[in-house]
DNA sequence: AGAAAATGTGAGTGATTACTCACTTTCATA
DNA sequence: TATGAAAGTGAGTAATCACTCACATTTTCT
């Protein structure tokens, strides 16, 4: 099975080294354009002639940058999707021999709180990613093959870790994994998306999060 | 603050009196191809044409029984919307008396299942809702309304019951509602759009993911 | 400075869009 | 069976779409 192949592990090396392909002043106003309309009004809605006008530059232009307004798309969703899943790419995750977390408690909490400050500054671009995901099958295979790949294995094996410790009930890890994602993403959506003009404690509300997630998959105060 | 100026409560009216408006045969099969390929390719990457094509019908009977493309949209993300919450219009949610649940488990189990159910048998409507609402103000309102003042502010009673009871950790209600509603969400998302051929037990799933909710939420096995 | 390359322009193109309308067919009822 | 209404049709329309291209301007390199 040949890594190199995987068109997201390309998006992935080039995030690491931090290159940075936009060349104009120009073509960072058609990003910013694009982005501001794709996200107020879906990518299929958008035309490129508002894109143009809106960033101040011919619509001639925008062709000259990228080939077609699909690739213009990509060139958005690709990298935001790639940022998603960095994180995860650390290196302790692949050996948990040398984990820089003793409690399960303390790495749920740093993703979380790592996750929650991400989502707030990436929120335009991660609704662009999730709404085009669907109906763009490169996108789709992207984000499948970085979520299973780096995301599910790695923290599969966490879990596992914890689980030999004690320290999380006997359960399949896909499961202690949904949870935790579901309660955070839940709380995350809450805050950037569903109500963002409301304000909120963000160490209270991580917290208080966690604290259900802790109860709910702790083997302490139960029975069995 | 007059109620019948609500859009969404002539849409739960209509659904109360279960009154379809579909008059013809081709109405149907209108109504049929939109579902299909919106769900497929979103509201606006779809053709009028492409839709009377796969209804086998010429366009113009479209705007015969929809004066616009976006009326044909609302037609079923209208009734989609009011279905999801309808169940929470029972009566029992207003007063909690005569309240059919003992425990919070039961409430929480019967919702889980009741909504997986209806989550397996309109999927395609519901990633249409889903998909389109943040992208047109009245969708999006009509969801908010009914998400609000009827799923919110019922369940909201049902929480601070349970919390009476203690059978509930003290927190604010919306807190408990979130987490709940964040893990069936999970699960329902999962099963129903993420793997939907991968086979699972309905009532295991339900019953494991209930399981980490109740001891998040429970008191006991509490210090506090 | 001068040549070459890269960047920027906007009028122009054919295809497609949502929607109209004059007309035909089907249906309900008296 | 006659008649008006409702349902169905498809060619036609103006607007908009993504995209091209010949040309102008700026930048880069020698």
């Given at each position: 099975m040949s890594e190199t192949k995987e068109p997201w592990l390309g998006e992935l090396l080039r995030l690491a080294e931090a290159e940075d392909p936009v060349k104009t002043v120009k073509q960072g106003k058609i990003l910013e354009a694009a982005i501001e309309i794709f996200s107020e009004k879906g990518y299929a809605a958008t035309s490129t002639s508002e894109i143009a006008q809106r960033a101040g530059v011919a619509e001639g232009t925008i062709f000259r940058h990228y080939k077609t307004k699909k690739d213009l798309l990509l060139s958005i969703a690709g990298p935001i999707a790639a940022k998603m899943v960095a994180p995860f790419l650390m290196r302790e995750f692949a050996k948990i021999?040398?984990?820089?977390?003793?409690w399960v408690e303390d790495f749920f909490r740093s993703i979380a709180k790592d996750r929650l400050i991400f989502a707030r500054q990436n929120a335009k671009l991660i609704k662009i990613l999730l709404h085009e995901v669907p109906f763009h099958p490169e996108l789709l295979e992207q984000l499948k093959g970085m979520l299973t790949h780096i995301v599910f294995h790695r923290i599969e094996k966490v879990v596992l870790h914890f689980q030999a410790q004690g320290q999380v009930i006997e359960a399949p890890p896909w499961r202690i994994m949904r949870s935790a994602a579901s309660l955070f993403i839940g709380m995350i959506v809450t805050h950037v998306f569903l109500v963002p003009e409301h304000p909120f404690d963000e160490d209270e509300e991580v917290e208080r999060t966690l604290d259900i997630l802790m109860h709910g998959i702790s083997p302490a105060g139960r029975n069995a």
């Open positions: 021999i040398d984990f820089p977390y003793n």
